[in-house]
C-alpha cells in the first residue's frame, strides 16, 4: 500500500469518526465479542444510508488489517463513492449477474483472518424492519468456516436521519453484537436447502437483537424458534 493511499484511507476514516462523532450518539453493546485474529462475518441489518458510512467510524472495523466490505454496483457511477471504496480497499460487487472473481476475492480475504462486515439481506430496507435475506452470507460462512457474529443496529433509518438533523438533533444508534457461532461447510448436494436453513438461522440470529418492531419477515420464525425452545426445555 503506498503512502499516499494510506494517508488517504486515513483521512476518510478520520472525516467518517468526525461526523459520526458529531451527529450521532453511538452506543455500542458487545463489541469484545467481535475478533480481530480469525476469520469472522459480521452480519447486521440494512437501515440507512448511513450505515456504510458507520463501518469506518467504529475504530475497531477501520483499524482492522483485514476488513472485507462490498458495495452495491449501483454505487459505482458515483465519483465520490469510487473514490472512497478505491481508498477504503472495498469492493464494488454484481448483486444481480454472478460475480465470481469479486466473491473469489472475498474468500481469500476472510481466510486471511478477515473481517467481513455485511448485510444478509443486500439492500436497504426501506421501512426499517428485516426484508428477506439473501443466501450470500451463508455460503461465505460455509465456505470459509468463518465465525459468525450477529448484530442488529437501530437509529440509522433514512427516514429518522432526515426528520432529527432537520430538527438539529443528534442521532440515538444503538448496536447491539450478539453471540458467535458458525454453521457447517458447505454439503456437496441440497445445496440449495442448505443454504435457505441457514440464510434463515442468520437473520433470526439477527432479529433476536433488534426491537419486535423491526423483525420484519423474521418476526414470525423467531417466535416459533423461540416456542419450540420451550417446548423442549420442558
Not at 442468520?202 to 425452545?229: F, H, K, N, W
Request: hydrophobic share 40%; glycine share 6%; proline share 6%.
Amino acid at each position: 500500500q503506498s503512502d499516499g493511499r494510506f494517508i488517504m484511507k486515513r483521512f476518510i476514516i478520520f472525516l467518517a469518526q468526525l461526523v459520526f462523532g458529531i451527529i450521532t450518539k453511538m452506543k455500542i453493546e458487545g463489541i469484545e465479542k467481535i475478533p480481530t485474529d480469525e476469520p469472522a462475518i459480521l452480519t447486521g441489518n440494512h437501515i440507512g444510508i448511513l450505515d456504510g458510512i458507520m463501518i469506518p467510524s467504529i475504530p475497531l472495523l477501520a483499524n482492522h488489517p483485514n476488513l472485507v466490505v462490498v458495495v452495491a454496483e449501483k454505487y459505482e457511477e458515483s465519483a465520490f463513492f469510487r473514490w472512497a471504496v478505491k481508498h477504503l480497499e472495498f469492493m464494488f460487487i454484481d448483486r444481480f449477474n454472478p460475480d465470481v472473481a469479486t466473491l473469489r476475492k472475498v474468500i481469500r480475504k476472510i481466510e486471511k483472518d478477515g473481517l467481513m462486515v455485511i448485510s444478509p439481506e443486500g439492500t436497504r430496507s426501506k421501512d426499517a424492519r428485516l426484508i428477506e435475506g439473501k443466501p450470500g452470507t451463508a455460503y461465505l460462512a460455509a465456505k470459509t468456516g468463518a465465525k459468525i457474529i450477529p448484530f442488529g443496529a437501530t437509529g440509522t433509518a433514512d427516514r429518522v436521519v432526515k426528520s432529527r438533523l432537520k430538527r438539529l438533533k443528534r442521532l440515538d444508534v444503538h448496536i447491539n453484537v450478539g453471540e458467535p457461532y458458525t454453521i457447517p461447510p458447505l454439503p456437496k448436494t441440497d445445496r440449495e436447502n442448505f443454504l435457505q436453513q441457514y440464510t434463515d438461522e442468520i437473520m433470526c440470529q439477527i432479529a433476536a437483537l433488534l426491537p419486535a418492531e423491526y423483525r420484519g419477515v423474521y418476526a414470525c420464525l423467531l417466535y416459533t424458534s423461540d416456542a419450540a425452545d420451550e417446548e423442549d426445555s420442558v
